[in-house]
Structures are given as C-alpha cells and as structure tokens.
C-alpha cells in the first residue's frame, strides 16, 4: 500500500547510514585527489612531449577498458600480496593496504577515477587557444598568475564535468567495491547484501534522493 514512512526515517534501516555515509566520504576524498592528479595529467599530455607519453597514454586508457571484475581481483591480489610477499611487504607501509577496509576502497576508486578524469579534461584543453596564454604573459603576467587567471578558467568546465562524473562513478561502483572493502560496506555492497533477504523500501528513498540530487547539481552547473 501507498506509505510515505520510508520517507519519514530514511535510515532506519541497521547500517545503512554508516554505509551510505562511507560511500559520500569515499566519493568525495576520491573525486577530490582524482580531478587533481588527472588534470595534472591531462595537461602533461596535451602540453609536453616527454619520453614514455605513449606508455601514459595506454596506462590511461588499462583501467576504462578493462572489465571491473578483472580490476577488482587484481586489486584485491595487490593488496594482499602486500601484506604477505616480499618485496612488496617490507616497502609499503603496515595498514596501508592491509586489512581491506576504507583506506584499500579509497585507493581502487580514485585509481579508477583517473582515467575518467584525464579522458575528460584533456577534451577540452585541446580546444584551449594557447595565444590566450601568450598573450597574458606578454602582458607581464608569469605562468602562475597566467594558469589561475586564464587557463584555469576556460578549463573549469571540463574540471566540473569530470569531477561530477567521478564521484557518479564512484559514489555508484559496487564490483571494484565488493573485492576491496573487507568488512567495510559501501551503500552499493550494504544494498547487495540486504537484498538478498528483502528489498528494503529505504533503499528507494535514498536512489531517489540522490538522483534528484545528482540532477540538480547538472543543473545547477
């Protein structure tokens, strides 16, 4: 029947807040570093001729070609070799990637949000007019008032597009997630083991909500 109590306590349900609110803090600390280092990347590659830029470029591309089920077990087998063969053992730091838990999720989704990212804001640097940029430094301007001033916002748009997109994909993974948490659930893998048993009216409230959310803030940007 026709109830709006779901509505009413949209987190009632046991260890669905904790669950939603580790896939808000995973999606945003992920989201945040990815746009940073893939724009970073991005303008290395649109800018700069380096040995190994075609070797970059195929790394780029690896994790959007490759099935998720395939990155999520090599992640998983990285990080419990970590812990358990040598070298990687004595080189990486004790807790790091081992027991999975946040920490392991953190680090699969902003390595998968790279990509994105680089794919994204290197669409709309290779649309830049560079004499925009030349212009302002004969103007007295140096690189770094230059990027801030000029190339920072005509690019701003591809940042926004690629950040919002990576913390959809983020905020929304389940496979990658699912052989990386440990005893840590996200809302995706809290979602899939509920629904096993039954289909929990909340777990409509919160899809809505953070559909009309996510269309908002397209919207809005």
Do not use: C
Not at 154 to 176: E, K, N, T, V
């Amino acid at each position: 029947e026709f109830s709006l109590d779901a509505w009413a306590n949209p987190l009632s349900r046991p260890g669905l807040s904790d669950a939603l609110w580790t896939s808000v803090v995973v999606a945003a600390i992920a989201t945040l570093v990815a746009t940073m280092l893939g724009t970073l990347i991005a303008l290395a590659l649109v800018r700069y001729r380096f040995r190994g830029q075609g070797a970059t470029n195929l790394f780029i591309l690896i994790p959007m070609a490759t099935p998720e089920i395939v990155l999520g077990a090599s992640l998983l087998s990285l990080f419990v070799a970590s812990a358990s063969v040598e070298p990687f053992k004595s080189i990486i730091p004790t807790g790091l990637f081992y027991p999975l838990g946040f920490n392991t999720i953190l680090i699969a989704h902003i390595m998968f949000n790279i990509s994105y990212v680089v794919v994204t804001v290197r669409a709309r640097i290779q649309g830049f007019d560079r004499n925009l940029e030349e212009a302002s430094m004969d103007l007295g301007a140096n690189e770094w008032v230059t990027f801030w001033k000029v190339t920072f916002p005509m690019i701003r748009p591809g940042i926004m597009a690629a950040a919002m997109l990576a913390f959809a994909l983020s905020i929304d993974d389940f496979i990658i997630s699912n052989f990386t948490s440990g005893l840590v659930n996200t809302f995706p893998v809290w979602v899939w083991g509920t629904i096993r048993n039954n289909l929990p009216p909340q777990v409509h409230v919160i899809g809505t909500a953070m559909f009309l959310i996510a269309v908002g803030l397209v919207v809005a940007s």
